[in-house]
């Protein structure tokens, strides 16, 4: 698909192998349309500039997420209102967000669950009021209660960007996640399911806006035989190369879907009777990718055993796990930043543990992590 590209010497953003990357997304998403972007960031920043978020407004986010999902938020200036998670699938917990909802139409927020006082000039910048947009996410492919958070999102009229960068090829039913709120995005970045090295895609049925998004990403360039701008545009715009790349990806999503699901199977089956380590079932009607395998380690079942042994004792063997994201309502940078919920996604952070997880690990990659695992789960319970 490079090469075809090379050959046909049209080595520029846009182009028919973008088109044609675009025409994949919406085959297999079933969403009305697909724009390819230069990252999943850069989607989120569009939506939200399409929603016409402004300083002071307030976004919900889901707090148990990879900082990409809030930052775009701050770009504009508004301000993000975090929510907690859900034990079930470890994203936005319905009920919290009601609670957000209601807090930030109130203007009450400081008041709410573990919520923190605004900065000062947090507080007088803000302006109470009705949230500009919702943004759930399928954390680690498992998608997120849907149905819940949309009937939120419908009894207060209030837009959903679904946050799938990390969840092509999963569904709740027949439906793909991305193809779930008003507008979703996908990430193409290196460490997703599939990649174009850097990328990403906005997803709508909403053909005005998708028109709209286009026009945005590529400078915001009036109809004009000269280069005339009456808004303020970026460079956003997927390269016709990496479209490429992309193309050649979906031919194998199902196969890497299959592969990470694999990964699931096994790390389950090795670990599912060790006390204390547990597994994210997929509800009814449920299809996770798997993008990562996750466990969480309860130290108080594990005789003592924390996620950081686990880590540790891998790490002793060269081999690389990871804490799951840190929640944003504990980052340095979002301090001062509303929050509702309770403790759920700060207890699935603390014990909270992401294993090997790609597409490519062979047998033996996995035999050999398994040893490892088996080695410190079952020595410190000796
Ligand atoms: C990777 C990721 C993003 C950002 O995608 P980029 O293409 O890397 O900009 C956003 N949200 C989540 C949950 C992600 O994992």
């Given at each position: 698909m490079v090469n075809e590209v090379f050959d046909s010497n049209w080595i520029a953003p846009l182009g028919a192998m973008v088109c044609g990357f675009e025409q994949d997304l919406v085959k297999y998403t079933g969403a009305g349309h697909a724009a390819t972007l230069s990252s999943g960031t850069a989607a989120i920043h569009l939506a939200l500039v399409m929603l016409d978020v402004q300083p002071g407004d307030y976004v919900i986010c889901q707090s148990l997420t990879f900082s990409a999902s809030a930052n775009p938020i701050r770009y504009l200036g508004a301000t993000p209102v975090f929510v907690d998670s859900e034990a079930?699938?470890?994203?936005?917990c319905p009920e919290a967000l009601e609670e957000a909802v209601v807090g930030c139409v109130e203007g009450r927020m400081q008041k709410t669950g573990a919520g923190r006082d605004l900065s000062g000039k947090e507080r007088d910048s803000r302006k109470a009021g009705r949230p500009k947009a919702i943004i759930p996410v399928h954390l680690y492919g498992m998608p997120a209660k849907m149905d819940e958070i949309r009937a939120v999102a419908e009894k207060y009229d209030i837009p959903i960007i679904e946050d799938a960068a990390e969840a092509l090829g999963s569904r709740i039913r027949d439906i793909m996640c991305g193809n779930m709120g008003d507008m979703g995005i996908l990430s193409f970045n290196g460490n997703k399911i599939i990649t174009t090295s850097g990328g990403g895609a906005l997803l709508s049925d909403d053909q005005a806006l998708m028109k709209k998004a286009r026009f945005l990403a590529t400078q915001a360039r009036d109809p004009a035989p000269h280069y005339e701008h009456s808004e303020i545009g970026y460079n956003y715009r997927l390269s016709n190369v990496l479209a490429g790349i992309g193309r050649g990806q979906m031919k194998s999503i199902d196969e890497r879907v299959a592969q990470r699901r694999f990964n699931y199977t096994f790390y389950h089956n090795l670990l599912k009777d060790v006390p204390g380590i547990s597994f994210l079932p997929e509800p009814e009607g449920f299809f996770s990718n798997r993008w990562l395998t996750t466990i969480q380690v309860d130290p108080e079942k594990s005789n003592g055993i924390t996620r950081e042994t686990i880590r540790l004792a891998l790490e002793k063997e060269n081999i690389e796990s990871r804490p799951l994201w840190k929640p944003m309502h504990l980052q340095p940078v979002f301090t001062g930043y509303p929050y509702f919920g309770h403790t759920v996604a700060e207890k699935l952070f603390d014990n909270g543990l992401c294993l090997p997880s790609g597409s490519g690990m062979s047998d033996e990659d996995r035999e050999r992590v398994g040893a490892c695992l088996m080695k410190v789960t079952n020595s410190t319970a000796c």
């Open positions: 079930e699938t470890w994203n936005m």
